[in-house]
């Protein structure tokens, strides 16, 4: 997924992107309300994770501001205010989720997941296509029953494309949604990727599930 | 709150004795000076009556012959002495019960007054004086019975007695008496009644600022008592009312106090509690762990730093501080700590220079201003960008000491001076955390010079720089 993070306290978001790419997501990170707001906008990202003491800007503000611009991303405020009211707050000004700093890394990582999943039709934390099954709570991978190991950047991908079964999905697509802006979108990273993952799938089934189309992109075949 | 203990019971209380001393003092004036004008009255009456029958031609014989005219319930008698025995001559017939010592002296010449009282309870008052009969020879009379052989006694000085009874007087004094008996009870309660009503209504606005002030809790501590008058009670509200302002305003200090110490200390502890769950989510190389515990070794430093300056502040505001005084000699005493922070400058490549007076004593606590100026000159080094310079002076100014720690950084905006010697407050807040400040350095200093018994100024241009000056009485 790509996550964009506004915090003021540079290091925890730091840490938090740290651990975010950890579990194969993009992220960004900007450190005041204006930035968060201009970054939101751009409807690239999948979560946004917004602190509510921040300069310029606070986190309430910008998620009303983006829900007013009819932003309809999820986002999770963080914040040291946990008093019933700011929480209320929060929630109502069009956030989805409200998590209490300081807060145990493994809680943030269910909610951005749990997010996630809201998007999908199914809502449930495994993903299927075919013999191919993906967890997104332990991140494995599997075909025909057969674990498959692949990297963060290819568990990504792999999981975008799953996300939209018989979608043709374009390159810039997967950038967008796999990497954050430090990426040189020129290169030809995405056709490297995806070769790598029909390659650890299987050798002739690979090529059969993740189909290329002409032009377009990619697209994931289910039968 | 019980009748009998409120203060309107206890004011009518008081009011009421005094209205009932007065009243019996005002019943009992009334009474007794009636009873003496009308006493003296009817002596006169008695003296004059007394005065006009002795004018009469032969005044013996005409009590004594029944043609008298008397006044009603009125007692007229002679008395003298035939030989050895008193004789009287009363146109009634009848002896007057007499005090005999009253008729002796009249006889001697010596007219008195007297009350006496019938046998039928009759109360009279008599009056005897002395009388020269202008015949003095009497006749035995009607009622004169003389001794046997006795044709008539020669007198040469007799008493006259005019008696009359006082029962008019009772009678008026009784009605008065009744009168007043009626009147002041019924006045009493009347005016108790009343001044119970009074105040009841004088003291309503006190129940109005009881009522109000049991209401006021810390949750609505905005809320004021309602001034109508500009009265005693107006006052005490508006007096209470001051009161409620100052102590909100503490309350509102302190709980913006508690807010930010709590969200600063919950910044460190998210980013330990952040840093220490991720590390921990699954094995990572020993460089990975080494850089989470530096993470958490810095945080948990700022935390402490932080908690210190937090621990001072507080025993500052519990008034406990046990400091112990002495002459401090400040020009050796900053150039050391100069020596000490330009390590620091260093690191930024500041210039610290130093215009520092000799001889300058000043009252104080090593500890503590070390701390103030190390506060100071941190506060500067934190402001001033690379390659800036802060200057660190002292001069006297009359019985003061000055100490001015002055840089060519950022500065403050003027409009925000006044605010930056509080807790928590910064001047730029976009800048946040990032320069290492907690915040409350400068409450801090504050503090410090307070207890010094000296003040701390900041003055500044915007883009050019700041000053604090410390200025602290010479000991």
Redesign the interface.
């Given at each position: 997924m790509r996550i964009l993070i506004a915090d003021d306290d540079r290091k925890l978001c730091e840490i938090v992107k740290r651990g975010l790419e950890e579990h194969s997501h993009a992220v960004d990170c900007v450190y005041n309300g204006n930035d968060g707001e201009c970054y939101g906008v751009s409807s690239v990202y999948d979560l946004i994770i917004l602190d509510v003491m921040m300069p310029d800007k606070d986190g309430v503000e910008v998620c009303r501001n983006l829900r007013k611009l009819r932003i309809k991303t999820p986002i999770i405020m963080l914040t040291a205010k946990d008093a019933i009211e700011d929480r209320v707050l929060g929630l109502d000004s069009g956030a989805d989720d409200y998590l209490v700093k300081p807060f145990a890394f493994a809680e943030l990582l269910a909610r951005v997941r749990a997010l996630g999943r809201r998007e999908d039709q199914t809502r449930t934390p495994e993903l299927a296509a075919g013999k191919l099954i993906l967890n997104t709570v332990t991140q494995e991978v599997r075909w025909d029953g057969q674990l498959i190991d692949l990297t963060s950047k290819e568990y990504a991908i792999l999981e975008y494309l799953m996300r939209h079964p018989n979608a043709v999905v374009s390159r810039t697509m997967i950038e967008d949604k796999v990497w954050n802006f430090d990426l040189d979108s020129l290169s030809n990273l995405v056709d490297v990727y995806i070769r790598r993952i029909r390659q650890k799938i299987d050798a002739v089934e690979g090529k059969n599930i993740i189909q290329t189309v002409r032009g377009a992109g990619y697209r994931l075949r289910v039968l | 709150m019980k009748f009998c203990n409120s203060v309107r019971f206890r004011f009518t209380m008081y009011y009421l004795g005094i209205l009932g001393i007065l009243l019996v003092l005002l019943g009992f004036g009334i009474y007794y000076s009636l009873s003496g004008s009308l006493h003296k009255n009817l002596d006169e009456k008695l003296k004059a009556r007394a005065k006009q029958i002795a004018r009469y031609r032969d005044a013996v014989s005409i009590i004594s012959g029944g043609t008298f005219e008397e006044e009603p319930g009125e007692h007229v008698a002679f008395f003298f002495y035939s030989g050895e025995n008193l004789r009287f001559i009363s146109h009634r017939g009848l002896p007057p019960p007499l005090d005999r010592n009253q008729v002796e002296q009249a006889l001697r010449g010596r007219d008195s007054l007297k009350d006496e009282t019938l046998r039928n309870s009759v109360k009279l008052r008599v009056y005897i004086m002395p009388y020269t009969p202008d015949n003095p020879y009497i006749r035995p009379a009607r009622f004169y019975r003389p001794d046997p052989g006795e044709a008539y006694t020669e007198v040469r000085t007799a008493a006259l007695m005019v008696a009359r009874p006082v029962a008019d007087i009772e009678n008026t004094l009784a009605q008065l008496r009744n009168v007043l008996l009626i009147l002041c009870p019924l006045i009493f309660i009347i005016s108790g009644a009343g001044g119970l009503f009074l105040a009841e209504r004088a003291f309503k606005p006190v129940d109005k600022i009881t009522e109000t002030t049991m209401q006021i809790q810390e949750k609505n501590l905005g809320k004021r008592i309602p001034v109508y008058s500009n009265d005693e009670f107006g006052k005490l509200a508006s007096a209470i009312n001051q009161m409620f302002e100052r102590l909100e305003k503490a309350f509102n200090r302190q709980k913006q106090f508690t807010s930010d110490a709590?969200?600063e200390l919950?910044?460190p502890?998210?980013?330990?509690?952040?840093?220490s769950?991720?590390a921990l989510?699954k094995d990572r190389t020993g460089e990975e762990y080494r850089q989470s515990l530096e993470?958490i070794a810095q945080?948990s430093e700022r935390m402490s730093g932080l908690l210190n300056q937090l621990l001072t502040l507080a025993r500052a505001d519990s008034g406990k501080e046990q400091i112990r005084f002495s002459p401090v000699l400040l020009e050796p005493f900053l150039q050391n700590l100069c020596s000490d922070i330009d390590i620091l400058c260093r690191e930024k490549d500041i210039t610290l220079t130093t215009d520092l007076q000799n001889n300058i004593t000043i009252n104080g606590n090593e500890g503590s201003l070390r701390r103030l100026f190390h506060n100071l000159i941190d506060n500067a080094i934190r402001h001033t960008p690379e390659k800036g310079s802060i200057k660190v002076t002292l001069t006297t100014e009359g019985k003061t000491a000055v100490i001015s720690v002055s840089d060519n950084g950022s500065g403050i905006p003027p409009s925000e001076i006044p605010m930056i010697f509080e807790r928590f407050y910064r001047a730029d807040?976009?800048r946040?955390?990032?320069d290492g400040g907690s915040g409350l350095g400068l409450a801090i200093c504050k503090h410090i010079t307070e207890l010094h018994k000296g003040r701390i100024e900041a003055e500044s241009t915007p883009g050019k720089g700041s000053i604090f000056r410390v200025k602290m009485p010479l000991s």
């Amino acid at each position: 997924m790509r996550i964009l993070i506004a915090d003021d306290d540079r290091k925890l978001c730091e840490i938090v992107k740290r651990g975010l790419e950890e579990h194969s997501h993009a992220v960004d990170c900007v450190y005041n309300g204006n930035d968060g707001e201009c970054y939101g906008v751009s409807s690239v990202y999948d979560l946004i994770i917004l602190d509510v003491m921040m300069p310029d800007k606070d986190g309430v503000e910008v998620c009303r501001n983006l829900r007013k611009l009819r932003i309809k991303t999820p986002i999770i405020m963080l914040t040291a205010k946990d008093a019933i009211e700011d929480r209320v707050l929060g929630l109502d000004s069009g956030a989805d989720d409200y998590l209490v700093k300081p807060f145990a890394f493994a809680e943030l990582l269910a909610r951005v997941r749990a997010l996630g999943r809201r998007e999908d039709q199914t809502r449930t934390p495994e993903l299927a296509a075919g013999k191919l099954i993906l967890n997104t709570v332990t991140q494995e991978v599997r075909w025909d029953g057969q674990l498959i190991d692949l990297t963060s950047k290819e568990y990504a991908i792999l999981e975008y494309l799953m996300r939209h079964p018989n979608a043709v999905v374009s390159r810039t697509m997967i950038e967008d949604k796999v990497w954050n802006f430090d990426l040189d979108s020129l290169s030809n990273l995405v056709d490297v990727y995806i070769r790598r993952i029909r390659q650890k799938i299987d050798a002739v089934e690979g090529k059969n599930i993740i189909q290329t189309v002409r032009g377009a992109g990619y697209r994931l075949r289910v039968l | 709150m019980k009748f009998c203990n409120s203060v309107r019971f206890r004011f009518t209380m008081y009011y009421l004795g005094i209205l009932g001393i007065l009243l019996v003092l005002l019943g009992f004036g009334i009474y007794y000076s009636l009873s003496g004008s009308l006493h003296k009255n009817l002596d006169e009456k008695l003296k004059a009556r007394a005065k006009q029958i002795a004018r009469y031609r032969d005044a013996v014989s005409i009590i004594s012959g029944g043609t008298f005219e008397e006044e009603p319930g009125e007692h007229v008698a002679f008395f003298f002495y035939s030989g050895e025995n008193l004789r009287f001559i009363s146109h009634r017939g009848l002896p007057p019960p007499l005090d005999r010592n009253q008729v002796e002296q009249a006889l001697r010449g010596r007219d008195s007054l007297k009350d006496e009282t019938l046998r039928n309870s009759v109360k009279l008052r008599v009056y005897i004086m002395p009388y020269t009969p202008d015949n003095p020879y009497i006749r035995p009379a009607r009622f004169y019975r003389p001794d046997p052989g006795e044709a008539y006694t020669e007198v040469r000085t007799a008493a006259l007695m005019v008696a009359r009874p006082v029962a008019d007087i009772e009678n008026t004094l009784a009605q008065l008496r009744n009168v007043l008996l009626i009147l002041c009870p019924l006045i009493f309660i009347i005016s108790g009644a009343g001044g119970l009503f009074l105040a009841e209504r004088a003291f309503k606005p006190v129940d109005k600022i009881t009522e109000t002030t049991m209401q006021i809790q810390e949750k609505n501590l905005g809320k004021r008592i309602p001034v109508y008058s500009n009265d005693e009670f107006g006052k005490l509200a508006s007096a209470i009312n001051q009161m409620f302002e100052r102590l909100e305003k503490a309350f509102n200090r302190q709980k913006q106090f508690t807010s930010d110490a709590s969200h600063e200390l919950r910044a460190p502890v998210a980013i330990i509690q952040a840093e220490s769950t991720l590390a921990l989510e699954k094995d990572r190389t020993g460089e990975e762990y080494r850089q989470s515990l530096e993470n958490i070794a810095q945080e948990s430093e700022r935390m402490s730093g932080l908690l210190n300056q937090l621990l001072t502040l507080a025993r500052a505001d519990s008034g406990k501080e046990q400091i112990r005084f002495s002459p401090v000699l400040l020009e050796p005493f900053l150039q050391n700590l100069c020596s000490d922070i330009d390590i620091l400058c260093r690191e930024k490549d500041i210039t610290l220079t130093t215009d520092l007076q000799n001889n300058i004593t000043i009252n104080g606590n090593e500890g503590s201003l070390r701390r103030l100026f190390h506060n100071l000159i941190d506060n500067a080094i934190r402001h001033t960008p690379e390659k800036g310079s802060i200057k660190v002076t002292l001069t006297t100014e009359g019985k003061t000491a000055v100490i001015s720690v002055s840089d060519n950084g950022s500065g403050i905006p003027p409009s925000e001076i006044p605010m930056i010697f509080e807790r928590f407050y910064r001047a730029d807040k976009a800048r946040t955390r990032e320069d290492g400040g907690s915040g409350l350095g400068l409450a801090i200093c504050k503090h410090i010079t307070e207890l010094h018994k000296g003040r701390i100024e900041a003055e500044s241009t915007p883009g050019k720089g700041s000053i604090f000056r410390v200025k602290m009485p010479l000991s």
